[in-house]
């Protein structure tokens, strides 16, 4: 047992992606058996990766999920920054820049509706909890935009760590819930086009949710909800530190 506990975590990154392969080759037979497809594969298999790391991290005490166990650390490096940008940045590999082009003006407004909106119900949600200093609630605001934006208008505008940590929690939650709900909602909201896509991406930002919630609902979508989902974040990093920030000084 020790020799296969040490030849386990000397090949954390490929036990990783064997025990991906198990758990989305179980989750494509539970969706076909239990739901009859009704809800994708990929949606289960995503909601059984987020409770592995919620038992990885009560059973170890740890903040780093299911690669807190030593055996199964390659998480670390298959759910890292590294793999998460790769796999982001290879979608756009499967983008038809006629279908872009199409969708113009529409993806642009998402984006800034996408990013105003988000921003206001965020900061509406910081002051009823009791925030009521401008960089505090900027930062929580942002940070329902995305985990990214969250930090990087947190630290531009002076913000204390706490808030800044509880502006990537803000955007980490948000993430979560684009990607089981997007699957489950699909179908009431149209999405089933690459101009959709776009425009769903503009308007819910989290680059990681968007990819994750497309690719339960169809993998050919990923590249377009993805790519204005990027551009979302870009756009958040600009205008939360500055123009939102003031436009929050004046309206306090």
């Known amino acids: 047992m020790d020799y296969i506990s040490t030849l386990l975590a000397k090949n954390g990154l490929i036990v990783a992606f064997l025990v991906t392969g198990i758990i989305t080759y179980s989750a494509d037979g539970l969706s076909k058996k239990l739901t009859n497809n009704k ?6 298999a ?19 999920g299911i690669a807190d166990i030593k055996q199964l650390s390659g998480f670390e490096l298959m759910g890292g920054s590294m793999f998460r940008d790769f796999a982001i940045v290879s979608t756009a590999l499967g983008v038809s820049f ?16 996408g990013v105003v909106f988000t921003f206001t119900c965020g ?17 929580i605001g942002a940070g329902a935009c995305s985990f990214i934006v969250g930090p990087v208008t947190g630290a531009a505008v002076g913000a204390s760590s706490d808030v800044i ?46 990819a994750a919630g497309l690719a339960a609902t169809d993998p050919k979508l990923v590249p377009y909800g993805a790519m204005t ?3 979302y974040t870009g756009l958040g990093c600009l205008l939360c530190p500055s123009v939102l920030y003031l436009l929050t000084t004046f309206l306090l």
């Not at 809800?39 to 289960?44: K, L, S, T």
């Not at 006629?98 to 509706?113: D, E």
């Not at 089933?192 to 819910?204: D, R, Y």
Request: hydrophobic share 50%; aromatic share 6%; net charge positive.
């Open 39 to 44: 809800i994708p594969g990929a949606a289960i």
């Open 46 to 64: 995503i909601f059984l990766g987020l409770v592995l790391a919620y038992i990885g991290g009560r059973v170890t005490g740890g903040n780093k």
């Open 98 to 113: 006629a279908v872009v082009r199409k969708t113009g003006i529409a993806g642009i407004i998402s984006l800034l509706i």
């Open 123 to 139: 900061a509406i949600i910081a002051y009823a909890m009791g925030y009521t200093d401008v960089k505090s609630i900027t930062t």
């Open 165 to 210: 940590a509880n502006s990537i929690a803000t955007g980490l939650v948000k993430s979560i819930l684009v990607t089981i709900g997007t699957p489950l909602i699909a179908r009431y909201i149209g999405l089933n086009n690459p101009s959709t896509a776009m425009i769903f991406g503009g308007l819910m930002g989290t680059t990681s949710g968007v």
């Open 229 to 231: 989902a990027t551009f």
